[in-house]
């Protein structure tokens, strides 16, 4: 079985702070995703990396940051949390055309 | 650019009936499409893929060139199918992920 798994399921942060979401695979896939998850507005890309170290902008890149520095770890990055930045956030790897989901960090900024 | 669309953020229907979520793509060359479900509580996961035509838990789904539809079907709702369904589409370089807004199906008892 494909295991994604997220460092924190709940997460509250101050505006302003730096936010770091961890995302790790256990299957070598080579491609992963992050994608917020917001209600009437469906799963959007924020970042996705094809490979360690390689890393291409999604649909709604601005305000964050991305690094995969190891094929197993993918991390998503908030250089300075805004309130709208509140959100649902998924972690993705793929293999075969398939993508395999993390359980989601929920993440409020105040 | 990619688009997906679900024109329905929600679709309650009665146990038994059949079930359409609709899905209509645009992209200018052969997309690959999926349906994804994630059912109350649970991750995000596949359901199903255009290029493997199968039927998963009684759903199909045909991809329709000429109309660049990819609707989702079952022919008699269960209670169990409530969930929310996303449409996919990828394509491209890196092969980058599109989703719609999502359908919250509603099978009422």
């Known amino acids: 079985d494909v295991k994604v798994t997220q460092s924190s399921r709940y997460l509250v942060k101050r505006t302003g702070e730096k936010v770091f979401l961890e995302c790790v695979q256990d299957m070598d896939h080579e491609n992963m995703f992050w994608y917020r998850q917001d209600p009437g507005l469906g799963l959007r890309l924020i970042y996705f990396s094809y490979d360690v170290k390689m890393k291409e902008k999604g649909d709604i890149p601005e305000g964050y940051s991305v690094s995969r520095e190891k094929k197993e770890r993918f991390s998503l990055i908030l250089e300075s949390a805004s309130t709208n930045q509140t959100s649902m956030y998924l972690c993705?790897?793929?293999?075969?055309?398939?993508?395999?989901f993390g359980p989601g960090t929920r993440l409020t900024v105040l | 650019a990619q688009r997906v669309t679900q024109p329905e953020k929600l679709l309650s229907v009665f146990k038994g009936a059949p079930v359409e979520l609709k899905c209509n793509y645009s992209y200018s060359g052969s997309p690959e499409l999926f349906w994804y479900v994630q059912y109350s509580r649970q991750r995000l996961q596949l359901l199903l893929r255009h290029i493997s035509r199968e039927s998963i838990k009684g759903f199909t789904a045909d991809l329709n060139k000429g109309e660049t539809s990819f609707h989702l079907k079952k022919p008699f709702a269960q209670e169990e199918d409530s969930a929310m369904y996303y449409c996919?589409?990828?394509?491209?370089?890196?092969?980058?992920?599109?989703f719609g807004i999502g359908t919250k199906l509603q099978v009422i008892p």
């Open positions: 993705a790897s793929r293999q075969h055309n398939e993508q395999f």
């Open positions: 996919a589409l990828q394509g491209g370089g890196y092969q980058k992920v599109t």
